[in-house]
């Protein structure tokens, strides 16, 4: 049984840092992915990491503020924010894949997993 569990979500000011855990379990994948839904939006990809290598990947809106990083012996993967802004706000989803593709890594395909998501509200 697979299982992805985010946790470190909580309410942050402007111009703060938060630090994201995904608790991974259940499987073995290559692409660990990051994704956010903001009130009324769409799902929004954030970042993705190889889980052997650790090649990162980025969307234009966070990079240079956020970092994804994985801890291999505790099959847990991080998303650290710093410099967020009141359009960070949504709630956060860890997802994983079996595959390690570009196009996996640019969040452009269906991932197979999916944790139940964290939410981070940033206030002005």
């Known amino acids: 049984q697979v299982q992805l569990v985010e946790s470190g979500g909580g309410l942050v000011q402007a111009g703060g840092s938060l630090r994201l855990s995904c608790a991974a379990s259940g499987g073995t994948f290559s692409t660990m992915g990051w994704f956010r839904q903001a009130p009324g939006k769409e799902r929004e990809f954030v970042g993705a990491?190889?889980?052997?290598?650790?090649?990162?990947y980025y969307a234009d809106s966070v990079k240079g503020r956020f970092t994804i990083s994985r801890d291999n012996a505790k099959n847990t993967v991080y998303l650290q924010m710093v410099s967020l802004k009141p359009e960070d706000t949504a709630v956060y989803y860890c997802?994983?894949?079996?595959?390690?593709?570009?196009?996996?890594?640019?969040?452009?395909?269906?991932?197979?997993?999916w944790g139940q998501g964290t939410q981070v509200p940033v206030s002005s």
């Open positions: 997802a994983a894949d079996s595959r390690k593709t570009i196009a996996t890594m640019k969040g452009l395909v269906e991932y197979n997993y």
């Open positions: 990491i190889s889980w052997s290598v650790g090649i990162t």
